[in-house]
T-cell receptor, first 114, second 111 residues
């Protein structure tokens, strides 16, 4: 299984500011995914990030609000822009495993917006 | 569209058996995942069913019926550490790696 780390693990931010979350994987992966888990809710896919191409966003999520970078096969960033208290959530990155039917999650970034 | 239903909460006794059900209606379906998520932690992979039937893995088993859009996770010999949320997720396949998650079932194991 892949080992995934995220930075920061948690942060408290002011309304109107932006936060960039980093995701690092210990092996090269083609596809990385960014999820959001709001309090008491399940995971919702924000976007899929492939190296060398623009991220594909799910319905309800837009690039201006959640810009994503994928500069290489082991790293990705998600920025939460112009934050509001509604953005308070856990943000998780995940990667595909060697078999297409595996998906592994990072430890998550717990974001609180005041 | 995608719709996945599972009970919100369940309580079971240590040493007992519990079955967590999941029904799904998805526009594309390739398989069904079960994840365990302890409070404040990331989900961890439990099982993946593609074919109909029961797959056993130690104390945990998972069942899938594609024709009925139904799956369950069976936990035997419950331990206190099994208290967690259990998430079922449908995998659409067909070139997409998208997982659609249910809201999760919070399982409380009591002595």
């Amino acid at each position: 299984s892949a080992v995934i780390s995220q930075k920061p693990s948690r942060d408290i931010c002011q309304r109107g500011t932006s936060l960039t979350i980093q995701c690092q994987v210990d092996s090269q992966v083609t596809m990385m995914f960014w999820y959001r888990q709001q309090p008491g809710q399940s995971l919702t896919l924000i976007a899929t990030a492939n190296q060398g191409s623009e991220a594909t966003y799910e319905s309800g999520f837009v690039i201006d609000k959640f810009p994503i970078s994928r500069p290489n096969l082991t790293f990705s960033t998600l920025t939460v822009s112009n934050m509001s208290p509604e953005d308070s959530s856990i943000y998780l990155c995940s990667v595909e495993g060697q078999n297409y039917n595996e998906q592994f999650f990072g430890p998550g970034t717990r974001l609180t917006v005041l | 569209g995608q719709n996945i239903d599972q009970p919100t909460e369940m309580t079971a006794t240590e040493g007992a058996i519990v079955q967590i059900n999941c029904t799904y209606q998805t526009s594309g379906f390739n398989g069904l995942f079960w994840y365990q998520q302890h409070a404040g932690e990331a989900p961890t992979f439990l099982s993946y069913n593609v074919l109909d039937g029961l797959e056993e893995k130690g104390r945990f088993s998972s069942f899938l019926s594609r024709s009925k859009g139904y799956s369950y996770l069976l936990l035997k010999e419950l331990q206190m550490k099994d208290s967690a949320s259990y998430l079922c997720a449908a995998f659409s396949g067909a070139g997409s790696y998208q997982l659609t998650f249910g809201k999760g079932t919070k399982l409380s194991v009591i002595p």
